[in-house]
Every structure is written in C-alpha cells, then in structure tokens.
C-alpha cells in the first residue's frame, strides 16, 4: 500500500499545485489515478506466477524451460510500460499549457509597456478560482496540442488492450498443456497448468473495464472538441 501511495502523491501534486487549467484536466488526472490503482491491485496475482506454474516433471530446469516458453512477454512490465506513456501523455498537456501561460504573459507584457495603438490584447484565457482558465475558442494551438495529447492516450489505451488480449489472456487457460521443450536438451514432453487462471483472468478483465473506460471517454472528448472548438471556429 506505501507503493500505491507514493504513486499516487506526484500526480495529486501536478494536478493541485498547477496555476494553468483547461478543459478535462481533473478528469484526466483521476482517470490516471484510477489507472495506478487498478494496475497496483491487478499484479497481485501475478507475483507468485513462478510458483504457479506447475508442470509433472521434477527437472526444475525443463519446467523454467517450459515457464519461459509459455510466458515469453514481460506482462506485468509492459503494464507499467504503458501506464508511464500514459502519464507522458497527460503530462504533455501540462507542459504545453505552462508554456502558453508563461509565453502569453510575456507577449502582453511588451504589448501594455508599449502601449501600442491596436487596442487591447486579445486574452485566450480566463481566470476561475484564482487559476489561469485556457480558452480553447481563442487559441486553436492549444486545441490541436489537447487533441494530439488525447489521441495519443488513446493510442497507449488500445496497445494496452492489445496486450491484454494477445500477450496475457491466451497464457491464462484453465487446461494444461502440453510443453515441447526437446530442444532444451535432455527435457522431454510435459504437462503443464498454470494455477490461479481465474484470479489472472480476473485483473485482466480489471485493466480491460478501466481502459474501455478511457478509450469512450476520450473518444467522447474528441469528437466534443472538434466540433466544438474547431468546427464552429
């Protein structure tokens, strides 16, 4: 739990501590959050996978062979991969929207000490509790950069579910198998079962619901973004 916590500390931070908003951002960070915890619970079951794997042969040098060639992805590591791209791409949004803050401040600052005759500057932002708001409608960049930012958590999203669906739920069969390990020297045929199937399959179905989750809910965004902010531009 002390890791969960630690996790969760730099992400609630970013998303108090900022002085720039724009549309979703709270949302983001908890779907992040929600992330981390889902994928914090989901390895549990995961841990004991060396002991889990059983095969009817007492060789424990035939059965790593047989684990090896059964699981040759790193499943949980990829997991963690995916979710630090995730973080990268909220992340990225925050970036841009200091940067736009910090640039936006300077331009009008030259503009008032100017005093040029064009009138005032045009603000592409509000201030809502104290914090600078990022106007969409007045700044197409800041559109296309939180466009780019969310299909790009929707990219990480679906090559999750790939792995989900291909690397790991195939490995989780409640049957055993049967392990052709000859080319591992003396190692013979063997049977071999994964125990706990039901507990795996169960965090994957866990990751699988919580990326679903992402994916509609950025969709939805997307599409909510464009028409609003640029087709209507």
């Known amino acids: 739990m002390a890791a969960i916590v630690t996790g ?3 992400i609630l931070r970013t998303a108090v501590d900022s002085t720039a908003t724009y549309k979703g951002r709270t949302m983001w960070f908890g779907l992040l959050c929600i992330r981390l915890v889902t994928v914090f619970l989901a390895q549990f079951p995961w841990k004991s996978l060396n002991e889990d794997f059983q095969c009817n042969s007492t060789d424990s040098f035939c059965n790593k062979a047989c684990f090896n060639t059964h699981f040759d992805n790193a499943i949980v590591m990829a997991w963690h991969f995916l979710f630090i791209l995730l973080v ?3 992340l990225l949004m925050e970036l841009f929207s200091s940067h736009f803050q910090s640039s936006f401040q300077k331009k009008k600052e030259r503009e008032m000490a ?3 005759e064009q009138g005032a500057v045009t603000d592409p932002t509000m201030t809502i509790g104290g914090r600078m708001m ?3 409608h007045k700044s197409k960049s800041s559109v296309v950069v939180y466009l780019f930012s969310v299909m790009l958590r929707i990219a990480v999203e679906v090559l999750f579910v790939y792995v989900l669906l291909c690397w790991v ?3 989780l069969n409640e049957e055993s198998y049967l392990c052709y390990a000859q080319n591992f020297g003396t190692c013979s045929v063997q049977q071999c ?5 039901a507990e795996k399959r169960m965090s994957v179905y ?6 679903a989750l992402v994916i509609i809910t950025s969709g939805l965004f997307c599409l909510y973004s464009i028409g609003h902010y640029l087709c209507d531009g």
């Open 8 to 10: 969760l500390i730099p």
């Open 88 to 90: 990268l791409s909220v």
């Open 114 to 116: 100017s005093q040029s």
């Open 134 to 136: 990022i106007d969409l």
């Open 169 to 171: 739920l195939p490995k």
């Open 193 to 197: 079962v994964v125990r706990g199937a």
């Open 206 to 211: 866990a990751l699988l619901s919580i990326s």
